[in-house]
């Protein structure tokens, strides 16, 4: 009698295990293996590769491309990432699709930049966006695909290999004749977003049946294609899928249609003779994932996913996701919780931004493990490779590592800030904690573990002048107790960064730290910008 796919699968589930133990794979990644077994995803840190990454800048010689994708998927192996996420798309795909049209399609590699193809970028971007096509082509004609590789190349390292799909990528809306879009954009604008403005107003609208069988075409198609681990569809990019007001007439739209991913989703286990997860990525809380029309509960006790990733979009690193309340939502379903971290820094709204130190990455990632999520998501933070990263190699490995765990990242230095939520729904009322002014401002902050006894902490507080009046004097604490200045900055921009002390008796049991800035002269008001609380462990 012959053995079933299933029993093959869990045979070798098993060949891997006593390998791991025999040659001492680390104890995470056993973990990680332990709990996919059981039929959720693994926790852990998750990485995501986007679409465009690898192909932007590099230079791939003739026969190279495969040994520069392996070569890519090596390091993220050295950088304790459990699941490798590679994106396969935005407005077309990188690799030869049936369905999509491809990036490189209607692209003449010996042509001018003249050519129809490149009419319409615009003459500063033609160079780069001429690059990125050409090695998305340079990669098909070396008889490479792309994703097929990076999989495979996954499986050899230790990594868990998913799929993400952006389901309404809206990158250069402004351009509507861009060859970053697809045909079915450029020839169906019936089918955009109605009632709103804006970047996001070229979005497509899920209420047409013709859009969802446009993205359902693409999913069998790499779900057909693909040996896969897990399947996202990547609700961020974009998460405004339906027109103004029609949010919630979308809501069951989505789940019924939800309903019969899962069920391809599970006959393409079945043909696999393994389990292929589904998940999803949706705004960071859940009011207004459920006010765009992300029903993410109801999918999570339906069994449709078993993954979700609750995350800001792009605009700044979020310190402040409610995993506890989506862990109580959720109640007993079986999925495994993710917070999501962006690579921008930004305070304020509108406010300029800076890329993510390792130290301000390892504070939101204890603010995301220490509420209650399983794993971490990692979304733009693209390793030295790629000219946009801000991390050497080296660092950023050892960062990664650090981050794919609570009990690393509280042995690390690690900086706390206060920022805020870049998607809100339609009808949300939300205000940005900073900037604030006043004579007396408090804000709120969770740390997660305290600081080891040889630790120590310092709260930042960056002052914006107010009216025009130069800044005076104030007082800074946490918890009712005020630090002691360590050091006092004017800048050049004309603020001034006030960092104090923090004794450890400050912080003893509060789980949410209270800090108060206070004018000490009756007369003066502030305009606080920025708020940081650091924890430096010692080397």
Not at 71 to 95: E, F, H, K, P
Not at 232 to 237: I, K, T
Request: glycine share 8%; with cysteine; proline share 8%.
């Amino acid at each position: 009698m012959s053995e079933s796919p299933m029993l093959n699968w869990f045979a070798s589930v098993a060949r891997f295990v006593l390998w791991a133990l025999f040659f001492g794979l680390l104890p995470g990644r056993m973990q990680a293996v332990e709990q996919h077994v059981a039929g959720r995803p693994p926790p852990g840190l998750y990485c995501n590769i986007d679409d465009s990454t690898f192909f932007w800048n590099r230079d791939i010689p003739d026969g190279k491309a495969g040994a520069l994708i392996d070569q890519y998927i090596d390091v993220m192996a050295g950088s304790g990432t459990t699941v490798l996420v590679c994106c396969v798309n935005a407005r077309r795909t990188n690799y030869r699709s049936k369905v999509w049209d491809a990036y490189w399609d209607g692209f003449d590699p010996n042509g001018p930049d003249d050519q129809p193809f490149l009419a319409p970028v615009p003459r500063d971007a033609v160079a780069s966006y001429r690059k990125w096509v050409s090695n998305t082509q340079k990669v098909f004609a070396q008889g490479v695909d792309y994703p097929a590789r990076m999989l495979a190349r996954c499986r050899h390292d230790g990594l868990s290999p998913w799929i993400s799909v952006r389901m309404n990528d809206c990158h250069l809306n402004d351009i509507l004749n861009h060859p970053f879009h697809g045909s079915f954009w450029v020839k169906n604008p019936q089918f955009f977003r109605k009632n709103c403005s804006g970047y996001f107003a070229h979005c497509l609208d899920y209420a047409h049946p013709e859009v969802r069988a446009y993205f359902q075409a693409l999913l069998q198609e790499v779900l057909d294609r693909y040996d896969m681990d897990g399947l996202e569809l990547d609700f961020m990019r974009e998460a405004y899928c339906f027109s103004g007001g029609q949010e919630a007439a979308g809501k069951p739209i989505l789940t019924a249609w939800m309903r019969k991913i899962h069920a391809l989703v599970q006959d393409a286990a079945t043909k696999r003779g393994h389990p292929i997860h589904l998940g999803v990525r949706v705004p960071s809380h859940p009011e207004t994932a459920l006010g765009l029309g992300f029903d993410a509960i109801t999918w999570a006790r339906e069994g449709l996913i078993d993954m979700l990733v609750v995350t800001p979009r792009w605009a700044t690193l979020e310190f402040d996701v409610p995993l506890e309340r989506w862990r109580s939502l959720l109640g007993p379903a079986q999925v495994t919780l993710a917070g999501g971290l962006e690579i921008l820094y930004r305070p304020c709204p509108n406010g300029p931004a800076t890329p993510a130190s390792p130290e301000l990455a390892k504070g939101a990632a204890t603010a995301i493990f220490s509420r209650g999520a399983d794993a971490l998501y990692l979304f733009n933070y693209f390793q030295d490779s790629d000219p946009h990263a801000q991390w050497p190699v080296p660092l950023y490995q050892k960062t990664l590592t650090t981050m794919s765990s609570l009990q690393t990242l509280t042995r690390e230095s690690r900086t706390f800030g206060i920022t805020y939520r870049d998607v809100t729904a339609p009808d949300e009322i939300y205000h940005a904690p900073l900037p604030a002014q006043g004579k007396e401002i408090v804000l709120p902050m969770r740390i997660g573990p305290l600081p080891s006894a040889q630790g120590r902490c310092e709260v930042s507080v960056e002052f914006a002048p107010l009216n025009g009046k130069p800044l005076s004097n104030a007082a800074i604490s946490v918890n009712g107790k005020t630090g002691a200045v360590c050091r006092d900055v004017n800048r050049d921009n004309g603020k001034r960064l006030l960092t104090v002390f923090v004794p450890q008796t400050s912080l003893q049991g509060m789980p949410v730290h209270q800090i108060k800035i206070t004018a000490q002269d009756a007369s003066a008001s502030y305009r606080v910008e920025r708020v940081e609380l650091a924890i430096e462990e010692p080397k």
